[in-house]
């Protein structure tokens, strides 16, 4: 039975994660625009396409944000994907801050509060940050992961109209699973089948004697 519950938590640590290690987690210095008109005068949501290594339910985000000057206030969105643009919105997190200065490594603002947000694998998905007012000062950067390349998107218009960046880095980012929910991979559900044959077996011979 012990052997059987070690195999259901055997899975990859992430269902997403272009970060690096040590020293290089990610780019400190380079990143995406996330910004209202109040400071740069244009606003700018950044969105970037990704899939997930594995199927399963997320229950940690970490992205690396840091703040550059204004309201240190912005949104993160995943969202569906609608013909190769960001669509509908799958889960939101509001009023979210970084304690990470632009130029400086390694801090993460990290999304715990992760319910119900279920990830299939071979589906396109985006992340999407954006500030929580058009308008405002804010000025953030998503750093640059040192590593990963996709569609990379931007809005200047709130997210009504999406402009294509091409390949481009990712912004780094991390999605953590939430083990109890996931789906079994294969080897697992063998193991945690023949746990349970084994434990019954123990049980008719209690019974017996």
């Known amino acids: 039975m012990t052997v059987a519950l070690c195999a259901t938590a055997a899975r990859a640590d992430f269902l997403y994660s272009n970060l690096g290690t040590g020293t290089d987690v990610y780019n400190c210095c380079s990143g995406w625009t996330v910004s209202g008109t109040g400071t740069v005068g244009i606003s700018f949501i950044a969105a970037n396409q990704f899939q997930v290594m594995q199927s399963g ?7 690396a944000v840091s703040y550059v000057t204004g309201v240190n206030s912005f949104y993160l969105n995943i969202d569906a994907d609608n013909g190769g643009r960001p669509g509908a919105v799958l889960a939101s997190f509001t009023n979210l801050s970084s304690a990470t200065s632009f130029g400086s490594c390694c801090g993460l603002v990290s999304i715990f509060d992760v319910s119900g947000l279920y990830f299939q694998t071979g589906i396109d998905y985006w992340v999407v940050i954006g500030p929580m007012d058009t308008t405002s000062t804010t000025w953030e950067a998503w750093n640059l992961s040192n590593s990963a390349q996709g569609l990379d998107d931007y809005s200047t218009d709130g997210g009504l109209s999406w402009v294509s960046n091409g390949t481009q880095p990712q912004g780094a980012f991390q999605i953590l699973p939430a083990y109890c929910c996931g789906t079994p991979e294969p ?7 023949s746990g349970m044959v084994a434990a019954l077996s123990v049980a008719r011979r209690l019974r017996r004697r």
């Open 187 to 193: 080897s697992a559900l063998w193991l945690f089948s």
């Open 57 to 63: 339910f997320a229950r940690e985000i970490d992205v």
